[in-house]
């Protein structure tokens, strides 16, 4: 038998171990079971924000991390800027066209095949974005290119083309993805809850219509460029293969002739109060329904965030581990996956939204499920398991997030931008160690309300209202405080709502 060269260098390798240290196994402790190995204390410090922060001449904040291990620099730019800051008169849209083609539609000097050569030439990525809340732009090249990238980079940002070919091309490709909107469950239930939530009218659920889309023209994209993006709306990552003082100074020179101009205003909270009840999408083609459960949550800053994790974890975001997970999918076998996100808004309140997809006669006693596991865990307190295992998720975990120079300086960067205080990472461990079970079962009580619950199903109503004959008990359409409505599918181009 011919043996694989592989297992054989691998082989070869293993005996010349046990040759250099004979015995080596014998004086080693095996454990029976995993539940039994031990591990040294991890000794983990996280870097110091405030050493790695610089504010620059122009009023411009950079974080930069230095590593040696590659020839390679990263430069992000987070740009405080998106849908919400975009004037009045301009129609929806005009931000995200402007960001994707910042990129996309060349330079003052480049064409946009130009462009893409020379950035394929010097083997450099750049990306550019606007969303609804802030922007990105981001460049990774070789050390060796560093000031020809630089430049190149800095002349997206500052002067784009917006080339009327390239533009024309964008709104092609997002004309199809509009006809395509109805398609899929899951979208559909994203969009329509999160109308549910913060209404019509917010910025964060406006859907662009065909007619607002085709009435975008490049002048709007300048507009948007000049009102928009400048110094004053920018933080810097910076990371890999650079020397702080070059680094800062090649920003530097690239922004001293580059005036700012006023900061954005804040983001703008939804104006409407979400509605219990229970809402139905019907999609007459599926044989599994969506639900969505769930109401308004907190802000980030909110003295009980850490204990809100814990409690969630539990609930249903800690996987495998949590309630929801394991009575929907391990127990009852309802759902190929279950959970919860208790989310912590930026700017204004963000939601608590538990989740599942099921079969169409299995979601009424899925959804009796969750809210009895809301229910649970406002009434009683979770276990010491529970409690530590939900604690080590995040404490032990926590070093994750400084595993590279980029991560190290974007998590800063985006504290930065959140207005938030860049030391509160050396405290972080800490904070989530001290919570109790007793903190857990407040902070339920507290925030999450049953009688408040928006309950979103989206599939084929018929069949999930008729539920299964089997367990005529759960009901959809009883566990509800509110009303019942039925939201028909939306024209996915013009996004009116007619009657079903």
Same mark, same amino acid.
């Given at each position: ?14 005996? %010349? ?19 039994? /190995? ?31 291990? /590659? ?12 849908? +919400? ?33 020379? /950035? ?9 974005? &606007? ?54 469950? %899951?979208? &559909? ?9 913060? %209404? ?10 065909? $007619?607002? /889309? ?12 000049? +009102? ?70 907190? $802000? ?49 309140? %963000? ?106 199903? $989206? ?42």
């Amino acid at each position: 038998m011919k043996i694989p060269c592989g297992y054989r260098r691998f082989m070869v390798a293993a005996i %010349g171990l046990l040759a250099l240290a004979p015995g080596a196994l014998a004086q080693q402790e095996i454990a029976s079971h995993p539940l039994e /190995l031990t591990f040294s204390e991890l000794d983990f410090q996280p870097p110091d924000g405030a050493a790695l922060r610089h504010a620059l001449g122009s009023g411009t904040v950079a974080y930069v991390v230095e590593d040696h291990a /590659l020839p390679l620099v990263n430069v992000t730019v987070t740009i405080r800027s998106g849908a +919400y800051t975009a004037p009045a008169m301009m129609q929806p849209g005009v931000a995200r066209l402007a960001g994707s083609q910042m990129r996309a539609g060349g330079t003052s000097s480049l064409s946009p095949s130009e462009l893409d050569e020379e /950035l394929d030439f010097l083997a450099a990525q750049v990306r550019t974005s &606007i969303g609804s809340t802030s922007g990105s732009a981001s460049m990774n090249c070789l050390v060796k290119d560093l000031d020809r990238c630089l430049d190149l980079f800095f002349e997206i940002l500052r002067q784009p083309r917006y080339d009327q070919e390239r533009l024309d091309l964008a709104k092609s490709q997002q004309l199809q993805q509009m006809e395509q909107r109805n398609d899929d469950t %899951g979208g &559909i239930e994203l969009r329509e809850w999160s109308r549910l939530l913060y %209404g019509d009218s917010h910025f964060s659920t406006h859907a662009t219509t065909e $007619v607002e /889309l085709e009435a975008i023209t490049r002048e709007d994209l300048l507009a948007f460029h000049a +009102y928009a993006i400048h110094p004053g709306n920018f933080i810097f990552a910076i990371s890999g293969d650079v020397q702080t003082a070059e680094i800062l100074a090649q920003i530097e020179a690239r922004l001293s002739d580059w005036s700012t101009a006023e900061a954005p205003g804040d983001v703008p909270a939804p104006a409407i109060e979400p509605q219990p009840g229970l809402y139905l999408v019907h999609k007459e083609d599926v044989n599994q329904g969506r639900v969505s459960i769930g109401h308004l949550s907190t $802000v980030i800053d909110n003295p009980d965030r850490f204990a809100l994790r814990i409690m969630n974890n539990i609930l249903g975001g800690g996987g495998f581990t949590s309630r929801i997970l394991s009575r929907v999918r391990s127990d009852e076998g309802l759902a190929y996956s279950a959970g919860s996100a208790f989310g912590l808004g930026t700017h204004y309140e %963000g939601s608590f939204r538990a989740s599942f997809q099921s079969r169409s006669e299995a979601v009424a006693r899925a959804t009796s499920i969750v809210i009895e596991e809301i229910d649970r865990i406002r009434n009683e307190k979770v276990s010491e398991e529970e409690l530590a295992n939900a604690k080590a998720s995040f404490i032990d975990t926590f070093s994750r997030n400084f595993a590279s120079a980029g991560q190290i300086a974007g998590l800063f960067a985006g504290l930065e931008l959140q207005g938030r205080d860049i030391g509160l990472v050396s405290t972080y461990r800490d904070d989530m160690a001290a919570v109790t079970d007793d903190d857990v079962l407040r902070v339920a009580q507290e925030y999450l309300h049953p009688d408040q619950l928006v309950i979103l199903a $989206v599939g084929n109503v018929d069949d999930i209202l008729a539920g299964d004959p089997d367990n005529p008990e759960f009901s959809l359409e009883a566990m509800v405080s509110g009303g019942v409505t039925h939201i028909p599918l939306p024209d996915p181009m013009t996004m009116e709502y007619a009657g079903r």
